[in-house]
């Protein structure tokens, strides 16, 4: 089945420590991309990546890293979580031209 | 250069139609159209590329005004399925998510019986 998986569905956490956000894709889509949704704003894209080792920052960047060694997977990565980073994130991937296939949503809480 | 949606809801009773508009104050390369069901993710509607060229499927339709960067997206005959968040995505460089989208702060569609 064409899916994009995104693990862990549900995360807590604490203030700084560490984590990563899996995503992975099975249908060899070049562009991958990073959302946020929060109550009243949107959807608001923090990375996208056009291909493997080419990747940008979107409109909320701050606090997060990528990475895309791989066409399938691009990792959402937080450095240091804060409480401001609590969100609904999804990632999403589409070829060119086409729309976006999302994953799950992964349900962040920073405390 | 977030682009603008209107309304931000509206409530129908099934069978009426309803119209979503999106603009945008940059020039637009392409608009997509994703409906979301509350708790899930976004699933893709409908794309419209510079050129006319539009790609989608279900029951639903959409215009792309290329010289004022707007779209319009047209649910008619609505079913209780249509209820949820309707967000449109812009593009703004050409190559298809090349800069990936940068989407509206969304539409909530309320249809009643």
């Known amino acids: 089945e064409a899916q994009v998986t995104q693990n862990p569905r549900y995360l807590i956490t604490v203030t700084g420590k560490k984590l990563t956000v899996t995503c992975s894709q099975n249908m060899n889509h070049e562009y991958m991309s990073w959302y946020r949704q929060d109550p009243g704003l949107g959807l608001r894209q923090i990375y996208y990546?056009?291909?493997?080792?080419?990747?940008d920052k979107g409109d909320v960047p701050e606090g997060y890293k990528v990475s895309r060694k791989e066409k399938r997977n691009f990792p959402l990565i937080l450095e240091s979580p804060s409480p401001n980073q609590t969100s609904l994130y999804f990632c999403?991937?589409?070829?060119?031209?086409?729309?976006?296939?999302f994953g799950s949503g992964t349900r962040l809480t920073v405390v | 250069q977030q682009p603008v949606q209107s309304p931000q809801a509206v409530i129908l009773r099934e069978g009426e139609d309803a119209v979503i508009n999106c603009s945008s104050s940059?020039?637009?390369?392409?608009v997509h159209w994703y409906r979301q069901k509350h708790g899930e993710a976004p699933v893709f509607l409908m794309i419209?590329?510079?050129?006319?060229e539009q790609k989608g499927h279900e029951k639903i339709s959409a215009s792309f005004n290329e010289k004022k960067q707007q779209s319009s997206l047209y649910l008619t005959a609505s079913q209780l399925s249509y209820s949820g968040t309707y967000f449109c995505?812009?593009?703004?460089?050409?190559?298809?998510?090349?800069?990936?989208?940068?989407f509206g702060k969304g539409t909530h569609l309320i249809i009643q019986p």
């Open positions: 999403a991937s589409s070829l060119s031209g086409s729309g976006y296939t």
């Open positions: 990546s056009m291909n493997v080792e080419v990747t």
């Open positions: 419209l590329l510079k050129g006319g």
């Open positions: 995505g812009t593009e703004f460089n050409s190559g298809g998510g090349a800069d990936g989208l940068t």
């Open positions: 940059k020039a637009l390369y392409s």
